[in-house]
């Protein structure tokens, strides 16, 4: 069974900086790939990073680009989202989601796999 956990979501102010780590397991990912969305109430799901985890190539939505830094760990099957000059518009719950090799790295309905989430909130 494949399974992707989420951690290191929080509360935290305006300009500060976050880490989120996705642990994957169940199955092999190396020729997956895996991406981070997020959701804010009321809103639809929305693409901020991925990485293919063979060739280790990164993509960013505009929003986060240069604020955020997509990295994988291979040995431990674990992706981490480095999250730096937060604002409170980047509030949301924040999944991760494996997507098979020739996915559409932006689009959520190419991802097989996901997480329960974890909620960041950045207050101003």
């Known amino acids: 069974q494949v399974q992707l956990v989420e951690s290191g979501g929080g509360l935290v102010q305006a300009g500060g900086s976050l880490r989120l780590s996705c642990a994957a397991s169940?199955?092999?990912?190396?020729?997956?790939?895996m991406g981070w969305f997020r959701q804010a109430p009321g809103k639809e799901r929305e693409f901020v990073a991925a990485?293919?985890?063979?060739?280790?190539?990164?993509f960013y939505a505009d929003s986060v680009k240069g604020r955020f830094t997509i990295s994988r760990d291979n040995a431990k099957n674990t992706v981490h989202l480095q999250m730096n000059n937060l604002k409170p518009e980047d509030t949301a719950v924040y999944h991760c989601?494996?997507?098979?090799?020739?996915?559409?790295?932006?689009?959520?309905?190419?991802?097989?796999?996901w997480g329960q989430g974890t909620q960041v909130t950045v207050s101003s």
């Open positions: 169940g199955r092999t990912f190396s020729s997956y790939g």
């Open positions: 989601a494996a997507r098979p090799y020739g996915g559409r790295y932006y689009s959520s309905a190419d991802y097989d796999y």
């Open positions: 990485i293919n985890w063979s060739s280790g190539s990164t």
